[in-house]
T-cell receptor, first 114, second 118 residues
Framework: DVKVTQSSRYLVKRTGEKVFLECVQD?????MFWYRQDPGLGLRLIYF???????EKGDIPEGYSVSREKKERFSLILESASTNQTSMYLC?????????????FGDGTRLSIL | AQKITQTQPGMFVQEKEAVTLDCTYD???????LFWYKQPSSGEMIFLIY??????QNATEGRYSLNFQKARKSANLVISASQLGDSAMYFC???????????????FGTGTKLQVIP
């Protein structure tokens, strides 16, 4: 079974802090994703990476950056946290071979910015 | 523009009855795929079923089936014989055709909260 592990289930940070959310997958997947989930808005794509050191902006990249130095790890960085970044963050990975391949998700990180 | 639309924020269904969750999509690509995921209150996202745009048959997986109407651009999820454990958020998602870098973007709808009543 694919395992996607997010470093924290719950996180509380202060406004202005630099915040790192870590995600590790164990299936050698090329594609990795960061979403945020807010009530009534579904999952919105922040950034994705289709290979090591490769990244592209999703639909809501403002205020975020990412890092993918190793294939198994994809980090989301909040450069200067703000209260409107309080949300549930979901990491996912996906194999590129096979159109039917679903995304595999971590358990999520519920981030509160005070 | 909204690419995936789920118009039902919440639904109730009686235990053992069937329920249909609506999903419409918008794309001009001939090649795409549609996914349904379940998210229980515990938060994990569980993959349920997949339908490719070129698949001739509607997808089925156990009690889940996908009512795929290509001309109407709809991909509704049908859950038969609902169980209490089916109470969850359900998300429809669309995988688009690869871009020049080979990346296939996946877009999610806003979800439908299903509650199964005993």
């Amino acid at each position: 079974d694919v395992k996607v592990t997010q470093s924290s289930r719950y996180l509380v940070k202060r406004t202005g802090e630099k915040v790192f959310l870590e995600c590790v997958q164990d299936m050698d997947h090329e594609n990795m994703f960061w979403y945020r989930q807010d009530p009534g808005l579904g999952l919105r794509l922040i950034y994705f990476s289709y290979d090591v050191k490769m990244k592209e902006k999703g639909d809501i990249p403002e205020g975020y950056s990412v890092s993918r130095e190793k294939k198994e790890r994809f980090s989301l960085i909040l450069e200067s946290a703000s209260t409107n970044q309080t949300s549930m963050y979901l990491c996912a990975s996906r194999a590129t071979r096979g159109a039917h391949q679903p995304q595999h998700f971590g358990d999520g990180t519920r981030l509160s910015i005070l | 523009a909204q690419k995936i639309t789920q118009t039902q924020p919440g639904m109730f269904v009686q235990e053992k009855e069937a329920v249909t969750l609506d999903c419409t999509y918008d794309t001009s690509d001939p090649s795409y795929g549609l996914f349904w995921y379940k998210q229980p209150s515990s938060g994990e996202m569980i993959f349920l079923i997949y339908q490719g745009s070129y698949d001739q048959q509607n997808a089925t997986e156990g009690r889940y089936s996908l009512n795929f109407q290509k001309a109407r651009k709809s991909a509704n999820l049908v859950i038969s014989a609902s169980q209490l454990g089916d109470s969850a958020m359900y998300f429809c998602a669309m995988r688009e055709a690869p871009n020049s870098g080979g990346y296939q973007k996946v877009t999610f709808g806003t979800g439908t909260k299903l509650q199964v009543i005993p």
